[in-house]
């Protein structure tokens, strides 16, 4: 029986759900970003834009959220066996994930308030403008967004690519903490 | 009632002022400014290029003539300036001005309405302008507003014509000092020596 908090093995159903969530967000908003910014000037680019934003804050929420239950309860610990520099890059790389999370949409809710794109949230809630338009402080907070997503997606490869090792490779729990299920066998 | 109308018949014809207190509409120190929805949120943007002529008689306005150039656009964004300016919204090459003309207009309190012609992309439309009058250091400034529905002028067509996307209604809002010009009294001196109006 899997609990909401976390336990000294392994991640709560909280995190584990918050975990999941953010990552199949984020994954689609690399994707309907990436897919709208390629779009010429048209109906398709502002519709797909203007969903890439209202997720974009969706994911933000989620992430604020996240970051608090994660304040309030401590990951299970790392097996002892890890070495001192892989704890230090697991530490640095989860909590530049988080900063990122928060900087990435932060940075395009700018962009889209300088741009004088204000967004409607999902067409339901009219979200107010963190500053007023500019159109060379969009430039900025543009460049600003395409770089912190940019260093977001190679953090989130070295994270997957570390957690395929600690599953596939080293089968010592470790990826296991954040799954509902246990492995089969551990070194 | 016609004695009455005689009088001010006479008054006019008597007054200089009365017989065309005219001034030309710069951009310099006004503003034409637009909001419209885009997907749910408003958008703003603004003409840079506009001018005309107003004629004034008694601080009421005996008539407007006055003109926008769609290609000066302005929304901070130059891929959508670049695609307002094409056949779907403005189609500036083929048309290069909006234009509104009135011939008079009634006072309400402290605003006038000029009921006039609004004239986008080909598209003439009966429109209804409320505006108001001041003195700025003994210039006239007119400062007003407008409403209108951009599909009954063909600004966005094909896909954006889908007002979920792109609000049917544009509000703009305008002001513009007045420079006053000395216009010859005779209708046939004026057609010969006007250099205020750019047709």
């Known amino acids: 029986m899997e609990q909401y908090q976390n336990s000294g093995k392994s991640y709560g159903i909280i995190a584990q759900a918050f975990h999941w969530l953010v990552a199949a967000l984020v994954l689609v908003q690399l994707g309907l970003g990436v897919y709208a910014a390629s779009l010429p000037v048209g109906l398709a680019r502002l519709q797909w834009l203007s969903r890439h934003k209202s997720l974009g804050l969706a994911i933000l929420a989620v992430v604020l959220l996240r970051i608090a239950w994660r304040a309030t309860n401590r990951p299970p610990p790392l097996p002892d066996l890890i070495p001192g520099w892989q704890r230090a890059a697991a530490v640095a790389t989860h909590w530049l994930l988080y900063l990122l999370l928060v900087l990435a949409p932060l940075a395009g809710w700018l962009y889209a308030s300088a741009a004088g794109l204000s967004v409607n949230w999902f067409g339901l809630i009219q979200v107010p403008d963190l500053i007023t338009k500019d159109p060379d402080l969009a430039e900025v907070f543009k460049q600003l967004h395409r770089v912190l997503v940019a260093l977001l997606a190679l953090l989130i490869v070295g994270h997957v690519g570390a957690a395929l090792r600690h599953a596939f490779w080293l089968r010592d729990g470790v990826a296991h903490r954040m799954l509902p299920w246990k492995p089969r066998k551990t070194k | ?199």
Not at chain 2, 10 to 28: H, R, T
Not at chain 2, 56 to 78: C, E, K, M, N
Not at chain 2, 105 to 129: H, P, S, Y
């Open chain 2, 1 to 199: 009632m016609r004695p009455r109308a005689c009088i001010l018949a006479l008054a006019i014809a008597s007054s200089p002022a009365a017989a065309g207190e005219c001034y030309v509409v710069g951009a310099a120190g006004g503003n034409v400014s637009f909001e419209v929805q885009q997907a749910g949120a408003p958008f703003r943007g603004a003409f840079r290029r506009f001018g005309g002529e107003v004629c004034l008689a008694q601080d009421r306005v005996a008539r407007i003539d006055a003109w926008i150039d769609p290609a000066s656009v302005d929304t901070g964004l130059p891929e959508l300036d670049a695609a307002l300016k094409e056949r779907e919204f403005f189609e500036t090459g083929r048309y290069p001005r909006i234009k509104f003309t009135a011939k008079s207009a009634e006072a309400r309190g402290e605003r006038q309405f000029a009921r006039g012609t609004l004239e986008i992309k080909g598209r003439r439309r009966d429109m209804e302008v409320a505006f108001s009058l001041r003195r700025d250091g003994g210039r006239p400034v007119v400062s007003g507003s407008l409403t209108l529905n951009r599909l009954d002028y063909a600004i966005g067509t094909g896909e954006w014509s889908d007002t979920r996307w792109l609000g049917a209604e544009v509000k703009v809002v305008f002001s513009a000092k007045l420079t006053a010009v000395t216009i010859p009294a005779t209708p046939a001196d004026r057609g010969a020596s006007s250099p205020v109006l750019p047709k």
